[in-house]
């Protein structure tokens, strides 16, 4: 059946090989493409209509153009960094300037190569693999000696005679790469102090002007989603910010603003607590009480009580 411009096709480890006039990968599953002296660039958008890859994408590029715009402002990334991508993710035929960009190492791995190893779960836990691409990783050149040397590890073990612990050895690297790759954007969130500070001043911004109106009572609590659409970054990004900044999520963050501001509601107005509560986008006072005693430790009657 021929392909319309507006069907999704998936594609598969073989099928990158296959476009970029590569030889075959050696395992069916997973694959590096590109390494040391060499630099390949693996744009998945320009297959005909939009595709939905198969595998995770781990790349490193020695460089990401210069200055990449991170929300509202710019900053100088050229050291190069890291990108991630999962499986299923729907990519658009349009132009990515960080699709284009040449990789120096870009690994392919198919979820089933994790088959009956505790990775195949814990590798869902890395929130950086749902990060939009301006939000990626960014590395000092200590970082990327690490990096690159565990690139050349599941390289070096692809090119060897397969046996018994061929997988088992691969695996411990890519675990090994994640780990590091986390720890490095722990370090990233405390570093990038002005690009942090400008990012949590724009969500309280959004926060007060959502409270300040009346959104909560047409639209009920913000999402997690909506907060970051309006400050430009991924949802999962925003969480892992705020939770390494601030100590709680994206979601503590928000249930901290409606008690904040809840208490002046109770101790200086007359309002019931269900009127309260849906002036705050709860649909039911029962959901309002239960978070406000989590939070405070007193039922919203017994607080106000406090002030009489």
């Given amino acids: 059946m021929k ?8 594609v598969s480890l073989s099928d990158v ?31 005909g209509g939009p595709t939905v890859p198969n595998f995770y994408r781990i790349a490193y590029k020695p460089g990401l153009g210069g200055k990449v715009k991170y929300g509202q402002g710019y900053y100088d990334f050229s050291e190069g960094g890291m990108l991630f991508a999962a499986p299923n993710q729907l990519i658009a035929n349009c132009g990515s300037e960080y699709e284009e ?20 779960k814990k590798i869902k836990q890395y929130g950086f693999f749902s990060y939009a691409a301006n939000e990626a990783l960014h590395l000092s050149e200590k970082e990327k000696n690490t990096i690159v040397s565990i690139f050349n590890n599941i390289q070096d073990e692809l090119d060897s005679r397969i046996d018994d612990f061929s997988q088992d050895v691969i695996i411990s690297q890519i675990e ?3 780990n590091y790759s986390n720890r490095f954007y722990k370090r990233q969130f405390i570093t990038r102090k002005a690009a942090n500070s400008d990012l949590l001043q724009r969500l309280e911004e959004v926060l007060e002007e959502y409270f300040n109106t009346e959104k909560p009572v ?3 609590i913000p999402t997690v989603q909506y907060l970051a659409e309006r400050v430009n970054v991924s949802p999962k ?11 709680q999520n994206t979601q503590g963050l928000i249930h901290q603003k409606i008690i904040e501001r809840a208490k002046v509601r109770l101790s200086t107005t007359a309002l019931s607590v269900s009127e309260v509560a849906y002036e705050f986008g709860f649909g039911h006072p029962s959901s309002f009480t239960k978070l406000f005693k989590a939070k405070t430790n007193l039922s919203p009657v017994n607080f106000r009580r406090t002030f009489n």
Avoid: E, W
């Fill in 3 to 10: 392909k319309t411009a507006t069907s999704v096709q998936s």
């Fill in 17 to 47: 090989h296959r476009n970029h006039n590569l030889p075959l990968p050696l395992h069916p599953l997973i694959s590096i493409i590109g390494g040391l002296g060499q630099q390949v660039a693996i744009p998945l958008n320009n297959l």
């Fill in 101 to 120: 960009t040449c990789s120096m190492y870009t690994l392919l791995l198919h979820p089933d190569f994790l088959l009956n190893y505790p990775l195949a």
């Fill in 176 to 178: 090994l790469l994640l």
């Fill in 218 to 220: 047409g639209n009920g």
């Fill in 237 to 247: 990004y925003l969480s892992d910010m705020v939770r390494s900044v601030l100590g």
